[in-house]
């Protein structure tokens, strides 16, 4: 048996969450060990119905009904289009997996390589005001112009204005959901999943296939917005609303907060302001947000971004050389690179935070430093 069909086994036993899985993997090592020596691990403290699962499956392994499961949802998922990601896996998001305690598995639709770019995470009020969908839209819009792909939950308001404000830059946007990715809430905005897939983005949940959107699927989902993200701004949020929750899971996660301040008069603008008070910053323009967050995209900076002295890496030296001394659109520079937009748009914007190349109306053009480096690469 395979990690992979190991650990979709374990996972299936009612009361086993991610906290009681990594017990398992730090107590005997890895899924597939864990699986093997349940029995020594017994669920004292579960009702008798669980504890009935476990004795299952330590007893009978290969043939339990839990892996017979396992087996066939990795044909659903196969069938769907639907890669299923480990935790043990190189492409699982490496900002993520530095979380505490990591969904052990992630079902993604669509490209598995956007959840490794740099991502800002936009959340708010599903009942926003029209002022708070126009921001959504349009900080996401110009965050996936500068490169950052757009991380959201698809949920009505807030979310659905950020992830189509990306889309129309041409930009990557992932959807995080509290339901099973075939199992698309709300239904409504079925067609904006399809176009974010279409667009090299993804569609992202810890649920199995079939899942129904649970409200406690919900924390847990926000969790994942916040774990895949560098920041997560809040645009409109109530005092009590998973905006909210959302930003304190980003705080503990070690992850920068930004908030969107409003009217006195709006309730929707008192999460925000409550964010601000307690530290949050607060932004006006996505310029804020892009700068706070330059020296985290662009490291090691004194091997691989430093202009002049430091050492481009083999991807972005081709995007140097393709961007020679011209203005050049993202379209050309894609064509001519062979790169997707999405990871394109994020080497730009590492090159421009260290100041080799600069965005201008009609596209990206060299700074005198970039070209300088460009020459002494050519000599």
């Not at 029995?39 to 290969?62: I, T, Y």
């Not at 110009?142 to 950052?148: H, I, K, M, R, Y």
């Not at 971004?305 to 972005?316: A, D, F, K, N, V």
Request: one cysteine or more; aromatic letters at 4%; hydrophobic letters at 45%.
């Amino acid at each position: 048996m395979d990690a992979l069909t190991a650990t979709l086994a374990l996972l299936r036993l009612e009361g086993l969450g991610p906290g009681r899985y990594w017990q398992l993997i730090e107590h005997f090592g890895d899924p597939v060990g864990a699986l093997q020596s349940l029995s020594e691990f017994p669920p004292n403290r579960f009702p008798e119905r669980v504890q009935g699962q476990w004795r299952e499956l330590a007893r009978l392994g290969e043939h339990s009904a839990q892996v017979a499961w396992a087996y066939a949802e990795q044909e659903r998922c196969a069938a769907a289009g639907v890669r299923l990601l480990s935790h043990s896996e190189d492409d699982y998001p490496r900002l993520l997996a530095e979380i505490s305690r990591p969904p052990p598995l992630l079902y993604v639709r669509g490209a598995v390589e956007a959840l490794q770019l740099p991502q800002i995470a936009v959340v708010g009020a599903r009942r926003a005001s029209r002022s708070g969908l126009d921001n959504a839209r349009a900080f996401a819009t110009e965050l996936a112009g500068s490169g950052f792909a757009v991380t959201s939950g698809l949920a009505l308001g807030v979310d659905a204005a950020a992830h189509l404000g990306a889309l129309k830059a041409g930009g990557v946007t992932l959807a995080v959901l509290g339901s099973g990715v075939d199992r698309l809430y709300p239904r409504r905005n079925q067609p904006l999943a399809e176009d974010i897939v279409a667009g090299g983005g993804a569609i992202v949940s810890e649920q199995p296939m079939g899942s129904a959107p649970e409200a406690s699927n919900f924390p847990r989902r926000n969790r994942i917005i916040a774990g895949l993200s560098l920041g997560v701004l809040v645009v409109e949020a109530a005092l009590r609303s998973g905006s909210l929750i959302t930003a304190q899971l980003a705080l503990e996660q070690n992850r920068e907060v930004f908030a969107i301040p409003g009217s006195i008069h709006n309730p929707l603008a008192r999460g925000c302001h409550k964010l601000i008070k307690e530290g949050a910053a607060l932004v006006e323009t996505s310029m804020d947000i892009v700068q706070q967050l330059g020296g985290l995209l662009a490291q090691p900076p004194a091997e691989a971004h430093e202009p002049g002295g430091g050492i481009l890496e083999t991807r972005q030296r081709r995007l140097v050389e393709a961007l020679g001394g011209d203005l050049r659109t993202l379209e050309q520079l894609a064509r001519d690179t062979g790169e997707d937009t999405g990871p394109l748009m994020a080497q730009l914007l590492e090159l421009e935070l260290a100041g080799i190349v600069e965005q201008l109306p009609g596209g990206y053009q060299l700074t005198p430093a970039g070209a300088a480096h460009l020459q002494e690469t050519i000599d």
